[in-house]
């Protein structure tokens, strides 16, 4: 027997250890690598830069609403009326997302208390098809309106969309004219409408919902437009400034009331709720 092979059978090998993947995550912001579990604890926040990452409706919903919320039924549509397809047919693009996502579609909303102040909230949520905005939205915000009449209260909107949804055409630009007739019977009950702008909120829904609350908040960092950058830089052939749509350009410039951190989004939404109520009561 050589010298190397008895040092090979005299040689133990251990397996090697498992470690988890989900450790780490890459801040869209700064990059640095982060612990996932500091990160998630700061509500997907960025501690070294603020760069405020995209949240999930579940999570969104948990941060902002008290405990004991109910979610709203998700309404019933007709899949795929259009037969649509492109690359894929869109049935199939439709299974795949609701197979990645724990909800029905793009829009979850939901009736409970923030700090105490009744309110139904609904929550866009772009990793559904980019938050597109297609039938399915369109009734589960009709539905979030009625039931905030039904319950006396405000309707809270926290918006993430790219758009409306290409797959459903014209039935899809219908939700923005059906969207503004409910915020209208909102406003005819005499109740508050807010709105929460976070990233990012483009197209269609920039263009109908997103933009009519009473009290228009956004979150810092947001991008928040009808068309991209690029489509008006190209049209107007000029240059466009520094942090043009986001969400303190639009502050800047009067298009939205306020720009608030995550950590105090809660306070900030009960505190507006109390006044806004307290002058309905008045």
């Avoid at 500091?38 to 008290?66: A, F, K, W």
């Avoid at 915020?183 to 409408?193: C, F, K, M, Q, T």
């Avoid at 690029?230 to 410039?253: N, S």
């Amino acid at each position: 027997m050589s010298w190397l092979t008895r040092v090979r059978n005299s040689l133990t090998f251990t397996t090697k250890r498992d470690t988890p993947d989900n450790l780490w995550i890459k801040c869209p912001g700064c990059k640095e690598m982060l612990f996932i579990k500091e990160y998630e604890d700061n509500l997907s926040v960025c501690p070294r830069c603020e760069h405020h990452g995209r949240i999930g409706t579940d999570e969104r919903m948990e941060q902002l609403l008290d405990p004991g919320f109910e979610l709203l039924e998700a309404p019933k549509v007709k899949e795929d009326p259009l037969k649509f397809r492109d690359s894929k047919r869109y049935v199939d693009r439709l299974k795949a997302a609701k197979l990645a996502n724990p909800h029905a579609d793009a829009l979850t909303a939901a009736f409970g208390q923030i700090n105490g102040q009744k309110a139904v909230l609904g929550v866009q949520d772009f990793g559904f098809m980019g938050g597109s905005m297609g039938m399915a939205v369109g009734d589960a915000f009709i539905a979030a309106c009625a039931r905030a009449i039904e319950e006396t209260c405000p309707f809270v909107m926290v918006t993430a969309a790219g758009g409306a949804r290409m797959q459903e055409g014209i039935l899809s630009l219908m939700q923005m004219p059906r969207t503004t007739v409910a915020i209208s019977r909102l406003h005819a009950a005499g109740l508050p409408y807010i709105v929460v702008l976070t990233d990012p909120t483009t197209g269609g829904v920039t263009a109908s919902y997103a933009m009519l609350g009473d009290v228009q908040i956004a979150e810092p960092g947001a991008l928040i437009g009808f068309a991209g950058q690029r489509v008006i830089q190209d049209t107007i052939r000029e240059k466009l400034p520094p942090g043009f749509q986001r969400a303190e350009y639009l502050y800047e410039h009067g298009m939205v009331d306020m720009v608030v951190p995550r950590h105090g989004l809660k306070a900030t939404l009960a505190q507006v709720i109390s006044y806004l109520m307290a002058a309905k009561a008045a």
